[in-house]
Structure formats: structure tokens, C-alpha cells
């Protein structure tokens, strides 16, 4: 079972290139999620797509933009890469609603770094 | 808006002990709450999920309590282990997002 997959797992970038990070999960599940996690800053949400259609901003949604594909697939992009998005990057999936739990899956991570 | 607090930040405790770590949060219309594990460097492994109409759950050596009208929650873990050596975060989940707190880093000495 992959559960939740995301490419890449490591990333180097300098300022001002673009990149997309790739989300997929095969749980069928509705909802997914792109999170950042900083030292001492806990997980920050950056957007999420609560159906497949739909996106919508988190905590920290400010230059990055989202794309949720299809049911399985929820992109993250960096159009312009700065220092300040060195982070480590989680995506997750839920299946809200219905029979559905609710419970939070994660992806491993991507550890992006930007000079 | 939602707040998640944990405390402590960070705790250090001998092998053996019984342990509680606490989270809370700000508005009681949650639909879930979970508490994660996440080791250095790695990702988040699910521990507990707590549904909006349950009070508790067990894993084990784990036991996490919820009450909502309090905003509460709280993390059980009996006879700790080294290999309990990690950060645990809480997260609560309103209409459609899930909120976390900062973790708490453990440490247990053996």
C-alpha cells in the first residue's frame, strides 16, 4: 500500500527558480493537503483541497499556488523561490464525511532547501 | 480562529515513568482530534484519533483523553521507554482542516 506518495524527497534550489512538488494518494480519499514544518513553528497549513475542484488557503498560502489534478493528485508550486520557503514540505489526505474517519495521512516529506 | 497549544515544549523523564502530555485548543467545534509521533528527520506517524463524540482511545502503552467543552486533550503513555524518544504532536480538525500544535519533544533516559 503507497498510501500517500510525494516526489521529490529532496530538492535544491537557487533563489527566484520555480518548482512543483507532486502529491498522490490512492486511499480514495476527498480532502488533501499541503503543510510546512519549520523548527519551533510546529506543522503551518499552506492550502488544502477539500474535494476535487475546490482549493482554498491555509495559514501561510503566500507564494505558493496549488493544483488539485484529480481525485489523487494535489500539486504544490513555487513560481518564485525564496530562502524564506526552506522548509520541509508535508502532504496529507483525509476521506471526510460519509464512512470516512477523518484521519490525517502523511506523506514522507520533501526537504526543500533555496539558496 | 483555532489555536493548538502544547505543553510542555520539551520534557525529559527516566525510564519507566508514566507520562502525560497535554494539548489544547481554543474552539470546541472539532470533528476529530489525533495525536502524531515524529521522530528526527522523519515524517508523522499517526498514534490516536479521537472522534468529536468520543471521550477516549487506547493503543497499547497510549491512552488519549478528549474534552471538548474544555478544549482539552491529553496523552497518556505508561512504563515510557527509550524508544518513546520523540516529538509528539496533537492536531485538531474543524469543518475541513486540520490545526497542530508545536509538539512536545520527549526524551526518556534510560
Known amino acids: 500500500n503507497a498510501g500517500v506518495t510525494q516526489t521529490p524527497k529532496f530538492q535544491v534550489l537557487k533563489t527566484g527558480q520555480s518548482m512543483t512538488l507532486q502529491c498522490a494518494q490512492d486511499m480514495n480519499h476527498n480532502s488533501m493537503y499541503w503543510y510546512r514544518q519549520d523548527p519551533g513553528m510546529g506543522l503551518r497549513l499552506i492550502y488544502y483541497?477539500?474535494?476535487?475542484?475546490?482549493?482554498d488557503k491555509g495559514e501561510v498560502p503566500n507564494g505558493y499556488n496549488v493544483s488539485r489534478l484529480n481525485k489523487r493528485e494535489f500539486s504544490l508550486r513555487l513560481e518564485s523561490a525564496a530562502p524564506s520557503q526552506t522548509s520541509v514540505y508535508f502532504c496529507a489526505s483525509i476521506l471526510a464525511g460519509g464512512t470516512g474517519t477523518g484521519e490525517l495521512f502523511f506523506g514522507e516529506g520533501s526537504r526543500l532547501t533555496v539558496l | 480562529k483555532q489555536e493548538v497549544t502544547q505543553i510542555p515544549a520539551a520534557l525529559s523523564v527516566p525510564e519507566g515513568e508514566n507520562l502525560v502530555l497535554n494539548c489544547s485548543f481554543t474552539?470546541?467545534?472539532?470533528?476529530?482530534l489525533q495525536w502524531f509521533r515524529q521522530d528526527p528527520g522523519k515524517g508523522l506517524t499517526s498514534l490516536l484519533l479521537i472522534q468529536s463524540s468520543q471521550r477516549e482511545q487506547t493503543s497499547g502503552r497510549l491512552n488519549a483523553s478528549l474534552d471538548k467543552s474544555s478544549g482539552r486533550s491529553t496523552l497518556y503513555i505508561a512504563a515510557s521507554q527509550p524508544g518513546d524518544s520523540a516529538t509528539y504532536l496533537c492536531?485538531?480538525?474543524?469543518?475541513?482542516?486540520?490545526?497542530f500544535g508545536t509538539g512536545t519533544r520527549l526524551k526518556v533516559l534510560a
Open positions: 492536531a485538531v480538525k474543524g469543518t475541513y482542516k486540520y490545526i
Open positions: 474552539d470546541s467545534a472539532i470533528y476529530n
Open positions: 483541497s477539500a474535494s476535487e475542484g475546490t482549493t
